[in-house]
């Protein structure tokens, strides 16, 4: 019943703040615009430029399911941080609900969202196919990374001006999915300690048991460290 209160407050909260429900309404709105790139503006350029397109989907894919977690978890750092300046959180620390169940509370608002939204970008996109055991695995850990990201976000602002400039710096992780094209071990290294990698991984090789096994530690570990951090503060 409490939690219940809570969603509802969210959504409120979302729809009183112009910033949040815009950046809530984009992966609304990107999935139609990737689909319409493709069915119109790609045939066109190749009437000009020859390549074909269908052996980058799967990056487009992840890319497109990576949007979802990135905006969806800024929303959610910028609700921590209202409730953080408006001193929610020290009054709900009294509560039957408690600190951990509040950060449960918001963060699993924000993962059904994004669990919601990433379906339908897959749907929408429809430019390359998986199984529905993985697209249903890949949406638990875009959760992971949209909580990940609100958390990160959390501990770095200290006000929305410079919540919008880190939120443009975390962000960055999106573009890591495409790594591979570059072929620098370097950088592969690098972006293979992120979630959103193994995103594009689990998707590139339909759910290998490699892939998905790291893909999981990886988030599991920088999601697991952020929140015992943020419980414990």
């Known amino acids: 019943m409490i939690k219940s209160i809570y969603y509802k407050s969210d959504l409120k909260q979302l729809l009183r703040e112009p910033m949040m429900t815009l950046l809530f ?64 959180v020290e009054l709900i620390k009294v509560t039957p609900l408690g600190s951990s169940g509040y950060l449960f509370t918001r963060l699993s ?37 949209g909580a990940t990201l609100g958390l990160i976000f959390i501990k770095l602002a200290s006000d929305k001006v410079k919540g919008l400039i880190y939120a443009k710096g975390l962000n960055i992780i999106i573009l890591f999915p495409f790594v591979d094209l570059l072929e620098v071990p370097f950088i592969t290294v690098i972006a293979a300690c992120f979630p959103t990698y193994w995103i594009y991984k689990i998707i590139e090789s339909n ?4 892939s998905i096994l790291i893909g999981t530690i990886v988030s599991s570990i920088w999601f697991g460290v952020l929140i015992r951090k943020e419980v414990k503060s």
């Open 25 to 88: 309404s984009i992966p609304i709105i990107i999935a139609p615009v990737f689909r319409l790139l493709l069915e119109f503006a790609v045939p066109f350029s190749q009437r000009y430029i020859t390549y074909d397109i269908t052996l980058y989907h799967n990056y487009i894919l992840a890319f497109t399911q990576s949007i979802v977690a990135s905006m969806l978890g800024v929303v959610m750092g910028f609700m921590l941080l209202d409730d953080k300046d408006a001193k929610i």
């Open 109 to 145: 608002f924000i993962a059904v969202g994004i669990f919601v939204y990433g379906i339908y970008s897959y749907l929408v996109v429809g430019i390359y196919t998986i199984s529905i055991p993985i697209l249903l695995y890949i949406n638990i850990l875009l959760g992971m990374l």
């Open 207 to 210: 759910g290998s048991f490699f």
